[in-house]
């Protein structure tokens, strides 16, 4: 015999005995917006409410947690902007051995660490804070709900989670990394010397071309030389190698100065002052630009375009794509792939140029610029009224365009100190 509801009206349809200060009749609880579950499922107690109040309320503990730690990052990073706080650069550089210049307390090509188990601790911290309620498993923690009345209640764990990686990631600062990736011993007639490749990178990014520079110790004794010279106080505690009278070549030798010079650049790069100075510019690129533009001038262009997107990539990374050489960088970068038949990409560095000249009317690469755009603009197919009203507006205010020089002349004749 099937069991009947205890809790259930009978059938005269008058409520049961304390019935009425349980909910009222059907009419009252109708005009109260309460609706009667249907037969057999669960009606949310007390305790199912409470306890959903208090998952929203980990909830918002979790997501205070996470506002307070933002800040608190945001003014880290904010004090190391405005200089309060060193970046990663020590005050001094005490040597365990100082003919090497190894500094003790800056490893040589800087990194990041992941913050994966800090994170999943923080995250059981919060757990426990919580006096052991338990968030929802099965169906209702596939579907982000809280309790049993199917409402959404905000992130889950592992969202929250995500949250704080996506942030954390988001305020780190992209910073330059200095790796010596070989050296190699060179033999010219009388001298020999060693030539170290260093490869320049972002961190957190993966580079499909690298940008690289080949130096030997002379290049680099003589960016040593020149910075001290003019940052003295700031070049005092970095360390560079001394010359060494014998024992130049040996491995041992070789590997503790590329890791000497890994310290060396990152601590420069570490000064705002230093790392924008033209001297220590000219240190990366000033080489490059010299050898573009003599394989340009003697027809060598497969060569030179290389030579130039090298250098363009050096700029880009340490942060100088608005300066003079950097326009002079995309000349040649135009006049090397339009002598190589490669006309899209020549018309790609003509409207990059432009771009940045957008507010300067009187820079000497402004009517070149716009002359070689119109013409590859008319080459593919692209629009080029822009280009050709601005051409009018230098015309109409006294520029003689008849005389401006090519692209392909101005490199010739820009000297590069």
Partial sequence: MPCRDVTAPPRSGFPAEGGAAQGGSRDEQRRSGHRSAPPGAARPGPAQHGTARRAAGMAARILHRLRHALGADGAREERTRDGVEAEDCPESSELEDD?????????????????????????????????????????????????????????????????????????????????????????????????????????????????????????????????????????????????????????????????????????????????????????????????????TCTGMYREALATWANAYRLQDRLGVCGSGRFLLTLAGLVVCHQELDQLGEAHGCCEQALQLLEAQDSHPLLGPFLQAHVHLAWKVGKDKRQSEARLQGLQEAGVPLQQQPSLKECLIKEPLE
């Fill in 99 to 295: 003919t090497e210049g190894l500094s003790t307390r800056l490893s040589g090509t800087l990194s990041f660490s992941g913050h994966g188990e800090d994170e999943e601790e923080e995250e059981e911290e919060e757990e426990e804070d919580g006096g052991g309620e338990e968030l929802p498993t099965g169906d209702a923690a596939r579907d982000g709900e809280w309790g049993p009345a199917g409402r959404p209640g905000g992130l889950l764990t592992r969202q929250l989670q995500e949250l704080w990686r996506r942030s954390r990631s988001s305020l780190v600062p992209q910073r330059l990394l200095f790796e010596v990736t070989s050296a190699s011993v060179v033999s010219e007639r009388s001298s020999k010397y060693v030539l170290y490749t260093i490869y320049l990178i972002r961190s957190g990014q993966l580079d499909k071309a690298p940008a690289a520079i080949a130096r030997r110790y002379s290049d680099f004794e003589r960016l040593n030389r020149r910075l001290r010279g003019r940052f003295g106080c700031d070049m005092a505690g970095i360390a560079f190698p001394r010359k060494r009278l014998r024992r130049n070549f040996t491995a041992e030798t070789i590997a503790k100065r590329s890791r000497a010079f890994e310290q060396f650049l990152s601590h420069l790069h570490s000064i705002a002052e230093i790392r924008r100075s033209p001297e220590f510019l000219e240190f990366f690129f000033l080489q490059d630009l010299r050898a573009a533009q003599r394989l």
